[in-house]
């Protein structure tokens, strides 16, 4: 049986479909944290960042995309993201900033960072693509997920999910020795 070429071009459009997909269920599980509405905030971020980095991975993960033009074609009305940082930051109130290596390559300089500014600058980054994709213009969203993701959001998505992980693991672990000790009685003795 004779192999089958496949067009690299329909292996690029089903990945943007699934980025597609992606970038629209990270969007809506952010700006549903950011309204407040939800379950827990912690361990819904931690899954978002964590399934936004395996997005972000597959697209570091190919050969550059390169779009079809020299100049990217107007996405059309990008939305102020202000009002979905600030809800962010009320979400975050007392977790939201953390301490941030810039570099870790070549420095080692510390410098502030933000888990509602890294959501926001995300969730910017992934609709900026989507408008791209939703005009039917697939190659230049890819364009666009895989230079933002390797340029910014995807350094940006796993300092946040450093810091979150971080914030799980001192929510869940700095408990009383003496609270502790009395559970693992009750869990040993019923």
Known sequence: ?????????DDLKTLAEETARDAVDFIGAVRGIASGAGPESLPLL????????????????????????????????????????TSLANVLEGLDDYAD????????????????DDLTGIVSALEHGLA????????????????????????????????VLTIMGHVRLDA??????????DALHP
């Open 1 to 9: 049986m004779p192999e089958q070429d496949t067009d690299p071009r």
């Open 176 to 185: 009383d020795e003496d609270t502790v000790a009395d559970a693992e009685f």
């Open 132 to 163: 791209h994709y939703e005009r039917g213009r697939p190659v230049e969203a890819m364009w666009w997920w895989q230079f933002s993701y390797l340029s910014e959001w995807g350094v940006r998505a796993s300092a946040a999910l450093r810091a």
């Open 101 to 116: 290596l810039i570099d870790p390559l070549t420095s080692v300089e510390v410098g502030r960072g933000s888990v509602s």
């Open 46 to 85: 931690l899954l978002v960042l964590s399934q936004v980095q395996v997005t972000g991975a597959r697209l570091g993960a190919i050969q550059d995309v390169l779009p079809v033009e020299r100049f990217e074609p107007d996405p059309g009305r990008e939305d102020d993201q202000d009002a979905l940082r």
